[in-house]
Structure formats: C-alpha cells, structure tokens
C-alpha cells in the first residue's frame, strides 16, 4: 500500500512539473497495482507488489526488443523510458559476488551434490533473491556450481 501512495505523490510531482512522459509511465505502473489489488479485493503485501512490478518490468523488455527489431525506434525509446520509470521503485539488484554467496551457502544448507538437487537448491534461493536477480541467471549459476 505504501508503494501505492508514493507513486500517487510522484505523479502529482509529474503532473506540477508538466512532464507528461514521466506522468504517463507513473499513471500506467499505478494501474497494474490498482489492478492487481482489484483482483485479490485487499491490499497488496510488499511482496505482491514487487511481483507486479516485476511482471510489468517483463513486458517492458519484451516490448523494447520487440519494437527494437521491427525498427519502429520511438516505441522502442517510450518502453525503455517507462522501464527506467519502474526501475525507480524496483529494490537495489544484487551483484554476482552476492548471488554467488547465497547460492553457495544454500548448496552447503541442503547438501546438493548434483544436478539432480537443482529443483531443492532453486526453490531455497529464489525467495531470498526475489525481484533483485534474474531467475534465469541463477539457475545457471547453479547449473554450473553443481555440475
């Protein structure tokens, strides 16, 4: 909820600025979470709105690169835009240093040994790396630790 209100302050902010780009992208990242807590009829917990913001992180990438290879460059530039918008509320990634040590100290937790343990050393990690690292990525970093 409290997410909710911050976007709300910075689109008036936007609004008194006049910088209808930045309004636009607040207006439509407001909407997802608004849209969100209509669906489940309560607030969202902390971690419900990270999941939507990550959701909406996910189409703004797919869009960019989309729109990036069918050369249309000023649809491309508004969802980088509003990507870099949501980036703003999104928590501070982790480095590869850090990955690694959460991955490490898991693999030591549940004694993973090969790659048949991926699935009980992915579903350790993922919730203490959710929303700051691509799910992707870490599961290749595993991969790797435990082949």
């Known amino acids: 909820m409290q997410l909710i209100s911050t976007i709300e302050d910075e689109i008036k902010q936007a609004r008194l600025a006049r910088d209808n780009d930045r309004r636009d ?3 439509l990242i407001l909407s997802s979470l608004r849209s969100a807590e209509k669906d489940l009829q309560r607030p969202l917990s902390e971690d419900e709105e990270l999941q939507v913001l990550q959701r909406e992180r996910k189409k703004r990438v797919e869009a960019f690169a989309a729109f990036e290879a069918a050369g249309r460059e000023e649809q491309a530039d508004k969802e980088d835009f509003e990507l870099e918008v949501l980036e703003e509320f999104m928590p501070e990634p982790l480095s590869d240093d850090e990955i690694d040590e959460i991955v490490d100290d898991v693999i ?9 343990d ?3 050393v992915m579903a350790d990690v993922m919730p203490q790396i959710s929303g700051r690292a691509d799910g992707s990525a870490v599961s290749q970093i595993v991969r790797e630790k435990l082949a």
Do not use: D, F, P
């Open 118 to 120: 991926i699935g009980r």
């Open 25 to 27: 992208a607040l207006t």
């Open 108 to 116: 030591a937790e549940v004694g993973a040994t090969s790659l048949r």
